[in-house]
């Protein structure tokens, strides 16, 4: 029988991916007693064990997230962690890998603020890559916030102070109690509707934890992350933080930074319009002023006051150096030729069997051919000798041949 075996470590991994597959398991809060707590100090790094009455699991919390920690961990105190769950697959434990951790007594309602923070996060509804970048100029704003408060006074003066171009749509909402988010949901989805605004400021002034509670809600977070165009989060005073800010296109520490990251300064668009037309101005004088004494340099020249005897006075001069250009390499060509003629005059002057004679050689004949050798000659032969001075004729009466 054949088998397919995994190894272990196939099976701790395969069981890894199916923690980490589901998406249940990517964010939990979890919430127990801290025991057997170490602090690696050489990598920063905390292992403990989280328990309750019933059950316990491993945990670790790896430096990045162990620095960012506002209180010390210690044996026996409670806390709320949240994080994901995992398998190290070298020895197959089950554990948790811890990335925030609170101490349990933070209430009910900042414990669902967590819950619902880590389930959108989990879901990727504050993912920054999601975020969209604010019109540069902006057509229309909407207001989503009470029409009562000091907030929306705040934003309208700002926008109009600093950008009056732009449409204002104010939708009054209740900002806190138990009609806020209904209000909320409704306004969002008739300005969707609407399709008129460039950027959607919600927001409100400051108050206590739950007087901002509202701005918590998932389904108006839901509702957001579903907006056509830009959200700018404003909720509360710089201090404050709500699951709308986190799922919002900006987060506005205030409702007056709100309108003023809203829109572009009037008064700065215009100085700066004003700063590019003197520049260009500048620009085109200083053109004027080049392209003008170019113009007077072409108009004073002499090619341009007498042409007729500017171009033909210049051909002139350049057929005199063509002349002389002539003149020179004919003379040049000549010299190397008689130089090269004497050369070779030499040379043959040296080749000449009549300087060779001269030295006392002669040269043989018989019979009108030249006889270079004695092997052509017999006893009694009619020889013609020619010297450098004259000929003789003479008869062979011996041979004598070399070894």
Known sequence: MNLSALTVKQLNLYVRSLLEGDPRLA?????????????HYASGHFYFTLKDNDASIRCVMFRTNASRL???????????????????EKDGQYQFYCEEAYPSGIGDIAM????????????????????RPLPKFPKCIAVVTSDTGAAVQDILNILSRRWDLAEIILCPVSVQGENAVPEMMDALERLYNLNRADVIIIG????????????????????????????????GHETDFTICDFVADLRAPTPSAAAELAVADKTDISNRLENYKT???????????????????????????????FFINKRYIQLDRFEEALKRNA?????????????????LDNLSPLKV??????????QGKTVNSVKYLNVGDKLELTFSDGKANATITEIFKEN
Not at 70 to 75: A, G, M, N, S
Not at 357 to 365: C, D, E, L, Y
């Open 204 to 235: 409100r002034g400051g108050g206590s934890k739950e007087d901002l509670w509202a701005f918590n809600s998932e389904i108006l977070a839901r509702k957001i992350y579903e907006s056509p165009v830009p959200v700018i989060s404003a909720v």
């Open 112 to 131: 669902q603020f967590e819950q619902t923070k880590a389930k959108l996060e989990a879901e990727g509804l504050f993912n920054a890559d999601n975020k």
């Open 70 to 88: 506002k209180f010390e961990f210690q044996d026996g105190m409670q806390v709320i962690l949240r994080g994901r769950v995992s398998v190290y």
């Open 279 to 309: 520049s260009l101005s500048n620009s085109l004088i200083a053109k004027y002023a080049l392209n003008k004494t170019k113009l007077e340099v072409v108009l004073n020249s002499q090619a341009f006051k007498n042409p007729q005897d």
């Open 331 to 347: 003379n040049l060509k000549v010299n190397n030729l008689k130089l090269k003629t004497l050369s070779l005059a030499e040379r």
């Open 357 to 366: 004679m001269a030295r006392g050689f002669t040269v043989t004949q018989k």
């Open 27 to 39: 964010s939990v809060l979890v919430q127990g007693e801290i025991s057997n707590f170490k602090n």
